[in-house]
């Protein structure tokens, strides 16, 4: 970090607090609702037949199961805690979708805190040294003939010197540095060494052109760019060229007084600052409603309505595919939602019919009745209920007048003809046992 | 690197690259020894914290309508098994079971118990009837007896001791034998 740039790392320092604040949602100050506990607890509790999914989003009948518990729970006066805890009693500590910070799983806690502050301690430990050697490193040939120098600091930067040179024949040996340059550090630190030698006998500074350059831009850059850690490090790097004398900046700017160049690093501070603050009242404006347990980046969820229409499509399509056991639980899993849903009455009704004919079970026979009943008393214009009622009617009581009634009714609602092709058997049986005309729609068959 | 190491340059720090390598290294070969002695996924005796404890209550309406309750110590060896008609290995374990009945009604020391899972009552009915299950066979609409066993798929069999705790809990299909084994073993530590 140098002068220059810090106004913009504060910015963006004071960006990332107050934007880590807002995250945590430590400011929201109205208690959360039942229904919001619910599904912050929801959210973190894993569907117990599902893969990876939280029971919130969820339409598994185990998760619709645990959805309910966890709100009578919640109604019964639980906190969430106890909540968690009442769960993975039953099902284990993999039911929460967080691994617990006990046992190996702790591991997972902890090895991200370890990571970052292994991380911290390098970072801390290099711009420590790196701060080191560019201090020793700044004063060039121009401030070392102003005074006479304490030996002991003369010494440091003879050593500081000689082990740069030493390092730079390291690095080049280990093919890390281009020849070049390899030659203009060698020649920059030479310079340089012979320029403390100079100094220390009170002798003036050599006037190499690029030592007085080296030194003039060292002496500036002592003050102004004192903890550039790579400063002298890299000659190709930045407006420096290979000879490491400065290219693009004069040497002769004053250090201290802020320059052209630092005010627009103030300008871009101020505005990264002010566009920071913007963000952060704009996120604070609409973010505000986030319910605990909420991903802060959102999450795609379906609107209930939605969730039942897919949930009923998916139990037709195991229908048609004959899987009648997995549809019924589909349809039963929504009516355990909307009790009053008049699709799911209807096919969970037919589908209780069929089974219970087929293990003549009166009592099945019995329930899939009342749900037809209760269907065609949501929606009387249903033509599939009024196919399903006059069937039943026919086979079961033998009430063919019954049945002719439902199948006019059901005629009557403008069925697709696949439908009527397929139910034109029982139409006619009916008709015919009721001793009427069979509808021409129906065909002779 | 003897170039540097000769130079007199900081040969230590250029040894950071090996250590953290080797850090690495002996962090992977701890990993891997503990994944390579951890029991393998697929035994069928699976961690519940149930095992050890008081089995919850067992209780509810049949498939035939009546009410069921077994008794918190129910002096007996219970199995109690969770089912569905459409699970596959509940298909291919639901003669073993039906072999554990009746070798047991004649002793009396165990007995079974049916808990329909995810299913509807009339599919478990037809399948309990073409199976030949005599025992008890609860309906459990809504899941609340699955959620206190926590059973997260069928087929899952618990075996409940004479004094009423869990001593077992398996996730795959039983054979009469692994039921006869576990009795056998609950009992031996028991004794």
Not at chain 1, 203 to 213: H, I, L, N, R
Not at chain 1, 293 to 298: A, D, M, V
Request: charged share 15%.
């Amino acid at each position: 970090m140098t002068r220059r740039t810090f106004p913009l790392w504060t910015a963006l320092g004071a960006v990332l607090v107050v934007a880590l604040v807002i995250g945590s949602g430590v400011l929201s100050s109205s208690p959360p609702t039942a229904a919001q506990r619910a599904y912050a607890i929801e959210s973190v509790v894993r569907c117990p037949s599902c893969e990876d999914l939280s029971v919130a989003v969820s339409s598994a009948p185990t998760a619709l199961t645990v959805r309910a518990t966890v709100r009578q729970l919640i109604a019964e006066g639980r906190t969430d805690r106890q909540v968690e805890d009442y769960l993975v009693a039953r099902y284990g500590s993999s039911i929460v979708l967080d691994p617990p910070a006990s046992g190996w799983s702790l591991v997972v806690w902890l090895l991200p805190l370890f990571g970052g502050a292994a991380a911290l301690v390098v970072l801390g430990v290099v711009l420590v040294r790196r701060r080191g050697a560019v201090a020793t490193d700044a004063p060039g040939p121009a401030d070392l003939g102003a005074a006479s120098p304490d030996p002991v600091v003369l010494e440091e930067r003879r050593r500081f010197l000689t082990q740069s040179l030493a390092d730079a024949d390291a690095e080049y040996l280990a093919g890390d540095l281009s020849d070049q340059d390899y030659l203009a550090l060698r020649q920059r630190d030479m310079v340089r060494l012979a320029a403390l030698d100079a100094g220390a006998a009170g002798v003036p500074a050599p006037t190499d052109p690029s030592a007085g350059e080296v030194g003039a831009q060292a002496a500036s850059d002592s003050t102004a760019d004192a903890t550039d850690p790579d400063r002298g490090r890299a000659p190709s790097e930045g407006n420096r060229s290979p000879d490491g004398s400065r290219t693009g900046a004069p040497a002769s700017s004053t250090p201290g007084r802020p320059t052209r160049g630092h005010r627009s690093w103030w300008f871009l501070g101020g505005a990264v600052a002010a566009f920071g603050a913007a963000l952060i009242v704009a996120v604070t404006l609409f973010a505000s409603h986030r319910l605990p347990g909420q991903t802060s980046t959102g999450s795609i969820s379906l609107s209930q309505g939605q969730q039942v229409e897919q949930t009923l499509n998916q139990a037709a399509t195991l229908e048609n595919q004959g899987q009648l056991g997995q549809a019924a639980q589909l349809y039963q899993s929504v009516l355990n939602s909307h009790p009053d849903n008049e699709v799911a009455l209807a096919q969970l009704g037919w589908l209780e019919y069929q089974t219970g004919r087929q293990g003549a079970s009166a009592s099945l026979i019995g329930d899939a009745r009342a749900k037809l009943n209760r269907a065609v008393q949501l929606d009387p214009g249903d033509y599939a209920v009024r196919l399903y009622l006059g069937t039943v009617l026919l086979q079961q009581d033998g009430d063919a007048a019954g049945a002719v009634d439902q199948f006019r009714q059901f005629l009557a609602d403008n069925p697709p003809a696949t439908a009527v092709q397929q139910a034109a058997g029982e139409l006619r049986a009916a008709y015919q046992k009721a001793g009427l005309q069979v509808p021409p729609q129906v065909g002779r068959g | 690197m003897t170039a540097g190491a000769a130079l007199g340059t900081g040969a230590a720090t250029r040894h950071t690259a090996r250590w953290v390598a080797i850090g690495v290294l002996v962090v992977a070969a701890g990993l891997i020894a503990v994944l390579a002695t951890r029991p393998p996924a697929s035994v069928t005796e699976v961690q519940s914290p149930l095992v050890g404890k008081p089995a919850p209550p067992v209780r509810g309406v049949t498939l035939t309508g009546a009410g069921y309750e077994l008794p918190r110590e129910p002096g007996i060896y219970v199995v109690v098994n969770f089912f569905a008609s459409w699970c596959e290995p509940c298909q291919q374990e639901g003669p073993e079971l039906v072999r554990f009945q009746y070798e047991h009604s004649r002793s009396g020391d165990a007995s079974m118990v049916g808990v329909v899972f995810d299913d509807t009552v009339g599919a478990a009915r037809v399948y309990q009837s073409t199976l030949g299950a005599s025992w008890p066979t609860l309906a459990d609409t809504g899941g609340a007896l699955a959620l206190s066993f926590g059973v997260r798929a069928p087929p899952s069999t618990f075996v409940i001791a004479p004094d009423g705790r869990v001593v077992a809990y398996i996730v795959a299909p039983v054979t009469a034998a692994d039921l006869d084994r576990i009795i056998a073993e609950a009992e031996a530590s028991h004794a």
